[in-house]
Each structure stands twice: as structure tokens, then as C-alpha cells.
């Protein structure tokens, strides 16, 4: 039976006597993605897109997918939709909504912004390596995210690195609901002896560094507990992703500065630094799905990873996915 089908199917196994079992078995949209990525799944040559000028912005469309992909568009007539491609799983039940606006195209390819000719004025060219920060017991490094957006892959990343730098390391992720916006994070506690054994979760006040790779979830309750204003260092992306409840409520406020006042608050102005990673990802690298392996390197130059490059870059060479525009983004 098609999911379409699972209300019918629930009245008919109501009649039934004694216990009954529905199992749902699909593949997840988020490791259709994955797959996709390998050429190990379907990829359907069809797009769809959102005709801003027709659009009324009346949500339906959130309503009837329950989709993360279909985002707010702000323009001069008010709220209207569009749909991320990057986070489009191409499940397409935002077609069944009521509306005229839009756009299917079949058999096209995304068309990405190509990246700045920089020529001599590179400024990433010949960049000197920072002076890293030294470890002294251990040093914690928090990421936090989304779900399907690759922050348990910059964890892994930075997991191997540290291996390949002799150094001693855990990793734990805490994985929340992928395709709802669910949270991630991931612990990262770095040592200098391979030998040496810590808990891997991050406790209260310990954590050295935060990657922000999304603003709401660094502001959380769980991400907020392990800071300290004596001792963390937080650079978040400050590029605004709406919350899973934006499906169901269209029309909600949108607005970055309770979650930025939020982490001011816990380790001052200070420590704190905001930058929009995925519009500077998507203007110089083409494509925002490299924001996250961007924020990575913004950290790296400020001296907050003690890790070499090299073993960052080597460490991206294994994971063997877009290689090249990784470390380029890095």
C-alpha cells in the first residue's frame, strides 16, 4: 500500500480482532540523498520550483508535504514559498497542494552560481596556517546542527583528523530527526595522548569550542548547558533556518535575535562571533551545501582547531565526497 492509503488501512485493521501490525517501509529521504550522492539510487530528472510572482504565500503547500525543503521567501508583496533544492529529497507531495504556481522541469540540472574568477586577488591563496590552540587537559569541540545537513560528516571529518595527527579523540553524535529539522550535535574531545580516556559526552561549562552550523539548535537548552563564559569560544552561522513547526504554521515570526541574544548572554559578546557561512559558502563556492566544511576553516584560521590542515585535508581525501570543492571550501 502507498502511505496515501494508511488511514483506509487503519479502518479496515480496526475491524479485525486481536492485535494487528501496519509496518511502514520506506527509505528515508535523507539517505535517498546520500545515496544519490554515490550513484547508488535513482536520481528522478524532474524538478520542481515555485513561481514567487504567483504564489500567494498561504502555506498550503508546508501543509499538505510537511515539508523542511519548502521555505519563506520575503519579498515586497509580503511572505511567498520557495523550495531549497539542496534539501529537496524529490518526494514531490508538494505538487498535491492547490496551487497554481508551480514549476515542474524535466530533464534540466540545477544551474549554480558559478565561483568568482579571483585570479591574484585569491585570498586564500599562499594564507599562512594559523598558530593553533595549544591542548592542555582536553579540548571540546561542539558542533551543532541539523539533521541531513552533514554535521555528523564534520564530525567524522575532524575525528580523523585528529587520528592521522596522533592525537587522542572521541566522538559521539546525538542524532535528532533528520527530516524534520531535527537536532543534531555532535562531541568532539580531543587529547594529546591516544592513551588517555575522558567520557565522551561534553559536560556543563566544558566545552572549548562551538561550531553553529545552525543558529536555533546552538541556542538550545542542551548546546547552552555545555558553554562557559571563562572558557567557550562560539562561531555560529547566523543564516536563519525556519523550525520544523513552519509546515503547520505558516504565517509564524521569523527572527534571529532571541536565539543570538540567547548565546550572548550565556558566554558575552566576546566569545561569541556571527557570520552568515552559507550565503559567503554559496557566493564563493557556488552552492551552499559547503557551508558547514566553510565555518570548519573560518574556525581553523582563528587558531580554534588544533589539528593541522593537512590532516584536515587528508581527512576530507578519505571521505572521498566532493573532494576537491571540500577542501576548496575549507
Known sequence: HHRNELEALQLEFREERGVTAIIYDQTCAAEKRRRRKRNQYPDPPKRVFINDMVCEGCGDCNMTSNCVAVLPLETDLGRRRVIDQSSCNKDFTCLD???????TIRGGEIRKAEPPELGSNDPAENLPDSEPVPIKNSYNILLTGIGGTGVITAGALLGTAASINGKGCSVLDQTGLAQK?????????????QNRVFGTRIGTGMVDLVLGFDMVVAAGQAAVNTMSGDRTTALINNHLVPLAAFAAKPDMPLSADGYTDVIRTRIGSDGVDFIDATLLATRLMGDSITANIFLMGYAYQKGLIPLTRVSIFEAIQLNGISVEANQRAF
Open 97 to 103: 497542494g492547490f496551487c497554481p504556481s508551480f514549476v
Open 181 to 193: 529539522n531535527g537536532a543534531v550535535m555532535t562531541h568532539i574531545r580531543l587529547s594529546e595522548d
